[in-house]
Structures are given as structure tokens and as C-alpha cells.
């Protein structure tokens, strides 16, 4: 009996590890890849890989294995109630701006995104919900980042961040100087540095302790330098207003 729990127990941590793994690899990885980052053998990875396929848990594309659709409604089943108290006030945000809004949450170096309301606009942003940005070249991911310390944000994002576009911020030291910024402020922007013609704001929300969110609007870059102070001020209303709701 002692031995089929450690068994069981040794099985649950190595599939813990797996998860927790290509959490911070949402493009995917190899089979050889996750065995090497997860210092396993490739039998072992392959073997639990093909148990978690089968629940829906991973998924595969090109041979790349991720984090799968079930796992995905799994992590928003313990954000319903954010969600559901943030909904209204992401449904007014958007249409005071027309323009598309998010909900993420903190998942290691990346936003994960949580719920959108879409701009209605012939030319806007829309992304799929569930869709992983990285924190340091996203405006909701940097207002995330804005609430660590230094210290903390280079030990999670290392010495080379990926680069995204040609302006992203791709050093420790820029990212560094533009999180000060984020601070100073109090919000935090992303020029282009997440995708070509893309801009976006967002602040970081106080929801107490647990996980963290942040709030944001995505912005074709054609319209964002015209929008700005307004964006700006409706999603200060609007952070006020589903902190309120949640301190009820």
C-alpha cells in the first residue's frame, strides 16, 4: 500500500511539473524539449504527455505539445467570480471606448488573457481568450510586472526576453527603466512592442491577496496617440469600479 502511494504521489508531482512547465512555453515544446527542461526521461514525458492528450489536458501542434482547451476551462472555473463581478464593467468600458477590452490573469511570465469585450469597430484587436502574451512586451503584462520588485522580475525573465517586433524591449536594463515608468504613472502601455500595428494600456487591479489581474484596451496603432488621455481616463473609471464591486 506505502509503495502504491508513493507511486501515485511521485506520478502527480511529475505531471505537476510537466504543467507547470510549458505554462511558461505557450508556443509549445517538443517531446526531447520537455524532457530536457523537466530533467525527466523522454519515456516517462512521452507516456504522461499521451495520458494528459487523451483528458484534454496538452495538446499538440507541429509536434509542439501545450497546454490543452481543458486545462484552459479549467484555470477560468476558478476566475468566474472575478469574472462575473468584472463583466459589467468591462461591458461599459468598451463601449465608452469602442474599442476591445481585457481581463487577464498573472500565469509566470505571461498575461494570461481571462474574458474580452471586442471592439465593434470595422478595424480593431481581437484575441482569443486564453491566449498567453508575454509580460514584458505586453501592456497588461508590464502592469503586472509593475508590482514586483527588480529583484523579482529579472529572476522570472532572465537575461534574454524574447523579442517580439523590432521595438520590443528585449534587455533587463530597458525593461527595467520602462517598468520605473509604469510605476511613475501608474499604467502601463505597449507601443507596438507585442505585435506590428498593435498598441494597448492597462493597470494592474487590487483584487487582495491571491492571484493577480490586470485590466487593459487594445488599440489599432492608427488610433492610439489621437486616444490616449481618454482611453487612459475611462480605464481608471473602470478599475475603480470593479474594485468596488469586488470590496463589496
Given amino acids: 500500500m506505502q509503495q502504491d502511494q508513493q507511486t501515485s504521489s511521485q506520478v502527480i508531482a511529475r505531471t505537476a511539473l510537466i504543467l507547470r512547465t510549458l505554462e511558461n512555453y505557450p508556443q509549445g515544446l517538443s517531446i526531447s524539449a520537455l524532457a530536457r527542461a523537466t530533467a525527466m526521461p523522454r519515456t516517462t ?4 504527455v499521451t495520458s494528459l492528450m487523451s483528458e484534454g489536458l496538452l495538446s499538440h501542434s507541429e509536434r509542439l ?37 481585457e481581463l487577464s490573469v498573472f500565469r509566470g511570465t505571461h498575461a494570461i488573457s481571462l474574458s474580452q469585450v471586442p471592439s465593434d469597430q470595422e478595424l480593431r484587436v481581437v484575441s482569443v481568450v486564453g491566449t498567453a502574451f ?10 503586472l510586472l509593475a508590482d514586483m520588485s527588480d529583484k ?7 537575461t534574454q526576453p524574447e523579442k517580439r517586433t523590432s ?12 517598468l ?17 500595428g498593435v498598441c494597448g494600456i492597462a493597470v494592474s487591479l487590487r483584487t487582495g491577496p491571491g492571484e493577480r489581474y490586470a485590466l487593459s ?3 489599432p496603432a492608427q488610433r492610439f496617440s489621437e486616444q490616449r488621455s481618454r482611453l487612459l481616463a475611462a480605464l481608471m473609471q473602470c478599475r475603480a469600479e470593479i474594485e468596488a464591486a469586488l470590496s463589496r
Fill in 45 to 48: 514525458v512521452h507516456r504522461l
Fill in 65 to 101: 505539445i501545450c497546454l490543452g482547451p481543458a486545462l484552459i476551462r479549467l484555470a477560468g472555473s476558478v476566475h468566474t467570480d472575478v469574472i462575473a463581478i468584472a463583466r459589467p464593467a468591462l461591458e461599459t468600458l468598451g463601449r465608452r471606448t469602442r474599442e476591445t477590452v
Fill in 134 to 143: 508575454p509580460c514584458h512586451c505586453s501592456a497588461h503584462g508590464k502592469a
Fill in 152 to 158: 523579482e522580475v529579472l529572476q522570472l525573465l532572465g
Fill in 167 to 178: 521595438l520590443s524591449l528585449d534587455t533587463p536594463e530597458a525593461i527595467l527603466a520602462d
Fill in 180 to 196: 520605473i515608468a509604469t510605476r511613475t504613472q501608474r499604467y502601463a502601455t505597449d507601443i507596438e512592442e507585442h505585435a506590428r
Fill in 217 to 219: 484596451i487594445a488599440v
